[in-house]
């Protein structure tokens, strides 16, 4: 089935060359202030991680105080600039590639090993991230509109049809735009008043699971601008925060993006740390990112990717792009297959 989607060779070789013209630079800089350096480089998709290494009596405080020429030497602004120290005599400096490959589902897939979970993205060292759905059970996704968030949810729709394991899938759509290619494998519900039907069914749907203690098949329910649907309807935010804390106990897993987690409403689901998996793409404001990923952030984060939040910090991660040719290849294959 890979072959219905897209290949887009992946050439690093300029951010290789980029590299091997900023250790030079580097290397010379910090002669002039009588280190004497080695310096090795990893060069990945999207980041190039430089360590630093020295013998002499430099310390790491030698190494802080210049930031400065050290950002110039590598391309970058000094705010930009990170230096952690690995040992009193090595540091790393991860740097942002000036050029940014998009990363294709098919790349993603291929580099993928663990055939029983989801494969979401690449972090910045390109291991692959997985939604392990037995252990993280629902995904909270959160960013302005436009940003990527329908992206996510075709990545992961296409990854479950792929894997052709009987899992169901419906797709909670309230602005009736997004989805609709997949009518012929997935439920698809559109317009609001449906959508807020179909929720309260879902949840009929697990209580009669659990009276006669029967999971069935597993269910996936992505659910598109909660925020929209919560507004019309504030009462379905007890179904949603019922299914996310108890659904997975019937096999029902749900998928729930957001543009905002101001709202109360809104934070009454999306402030939760057990059983899910949170990715946030760009908020308006620190205070968004504080409040849902439940961390002190930096300023910039969200401007320089979408960040995956787990108990020990925030990983940047490289979601692949799903293009509309791809989910119809895929849906036509699929479909035909079914039909046969």
């Known amino acids: 089935m890979l072959e219905l989607l897209n290949n887009r060779p992946f050439d690093n ?17 910090l002669r002039g202030f009588k280190f004497n350096t080695k310096i090795n480089y990893e060069v990945y998709r999207n980041i190039t991680i430089y360590t630093i290494t020295w013998n002499d009596d430099k310390t790491y405080e030698d190494i802080l105080e210049l930031k400065k020429e050290i950002a110039v030497s590598l391309g970058i602004n000094t705010i930009d ?11 790393r400096i991860k740097v942002l590639n000036m050029k940014q490959s998009t990363l294709t589902l098919r ?17 910045d060292e390109d291991n692959v991230i997985y939604f392990d759905i037995d252990k993280d059970k629902n995904i909270l996704t959160a960013g302005v509109t436009g940003i990527g968030k329908t992206n996510l949810f075709n990545d992961i729709i296409l990854n479950i049809l ?17 989805y609709n290619d997949y009518d012929k494998l ?10 807020i039907k179909e929720i309260h069914n879902i949840r009929r749907e697990f209580e009669e699971r659990i009276k006669l ?32 804390e108890l659904g997975h106990t019937a096999n029902i897993h749900l998928i729930i993006s957001t543009d905002s987690v101001l709202d109360e409403d809104i934070n ?57 040719i791809e ?14």
């Open 213 to 244: 203690g029967n999971k069935n098949d597993k269910i996936v329910i992505f659910i598109d601008e909660i925020y929209d649907i919560i507004k019309q309807e504030p009462s379905v935010k007890d179904d949603i925060n019922y299914l996310l």
């Open 107 to 123: 790349e993603l897939l291929e580099e993928a090993k663990d055939n029983k979970n989801i494969p979401i993205g690449l972090d």
């Open 268 to 324: 009454y689901i999306f402030d939760k740390d057990e059983d899910v998996l949170k990715l946030s793409f760009y908020l308006t404001s620190k205070q968004e990112y504080n409040k849902f990923l439940d961390k002190a952030v930096k300023e910039k984060v969200g401007r320089d990717g979408i960040y995956l939040s787990t108990k020990d910090k925030l990983v940047r991660v490289s979601i692949p792009l799903v293009e509309d």
């Open 186 to 195: 997935c439920k698809v519900v559109n317009d609001n008043d449906s959508v």
């Open 81 to 91: 600039l990170h230096i952690e120290k690995i040992t009193d005599q090595q540091v």
């Open 327 to 340: 989910i119809k290849r895929v849906v036509d294959a699929l479909t035909n297959k079914k039909d046969k």
């Open 162 to 178: 792929l894997k052709e394991d009987n899992t169901k899938i419906i797709l909670l759509d309230s602005l009736g735009v997004n």
């Open 13 to 29: 070789e300029r951010n290789i060359l980029n590299a091997d013209l900023f250790v030079n630079n580097l290397k010379h800089t």
